[in-house]
């Protein structure tokens, strides 16, 4: 499904601040504001954000995606120095899921479908995304060649963390935790939050799970 209108930025916003009004003040989930809307645009600034990205990480995490940005940059330097892998994005607060959510399935957020769950372990500090920057192009960059990824999924199997390069729904810049190491009181809560959100979602912008 996609919706077939362009996207509305102006509608975008008012319901970005009527999610996130809801988001902190009806289920009381404070976010993590240090999460800038806007694209990073020189490598300055996207490392001076991954490290603050990797603060924000489960403690047990944060050790292993150090390590695997370390590994995966040692590699970048001998075989391909154009490239340096960085955090695109980790903890991410339940607004900025929702309007993930609406990608795709809101007139004013028009486009492909980027996400097919409000419950993500981005919500809980278990997840990034490790994306490369390119000094050649100054930019960030998806498409790269195949090994660079292949190359990240090992070195997050060898921690025992799960590669979305590896489900159905292929998702190559994607690493999270295992299931099991969230706490189940945690899973819990949340979710019930998410389902009072999904109510709303429906309520306001007839979105049905």
């Known amino acids: 499904m996609t919706t077939s209108k362009i996207p509305d930025v102006f509608l975008q916003k008012k319901i970005k601040e009527e999610i996130k009004k809801f988001v902190i003040e009806e289920l009381h989930l404070d976010n993590l504001d240090y999460l800038k809307d806007g694209i990073y645009n020189t490598y ?11 603060e924000q990480l489960l403690p047990f995490f944060q050790v ?18 154009e490239f ?15 309007i993930y959510y609406l990608q795709g399935r809101h007139y004013a957020f028009a486009g492909k479908i980027i996400t097919n769950t409000l419950m993500s372990y981005h919500l809980f500090g278990g997840a990034v995304d490790i994306v490369f ?11 790269v060649h195949p090994v660079f990824y292949e190359t990240l999924g090992s070195l997050a199997e060898k921690e025992n963390l ?4 590896k489900w159905k729904w292929k998702d190559f810049p ?6 099991s190491l969230i706490p189940e009181k945690t899973f819990k809560e949340l979710k019930e939050k998410i389902e009072t959100l999904k109510n709303f979602l429906k309520k306001q912008y007839n979105i049905n799970s």
């Open 133 to 143: 920057y390119s000094f050649n192009k100054k930019n960030w960059v998806w498409e």
């Open 84 to 98: 340096v892998a960085g955090i695109y994005e980790g903890y991410r607060p339940l607004w900025q899921q929702a």
């Open 64 to 81: 292993k995606i150090k390590k695997i940005l370390l590994e995966i940059n040692k590699f970048l330097e001998k075989e391909y120095k």
């Open 174 to 179: 994607h690493i999270q935790v295992q299931r």
């Open 162 to 165: 799960i590669w979305g390069g």
């Open 44 to 54: 300055s600034e996207y490392s001076n954000s991954t490290s603050k990205k990797i």
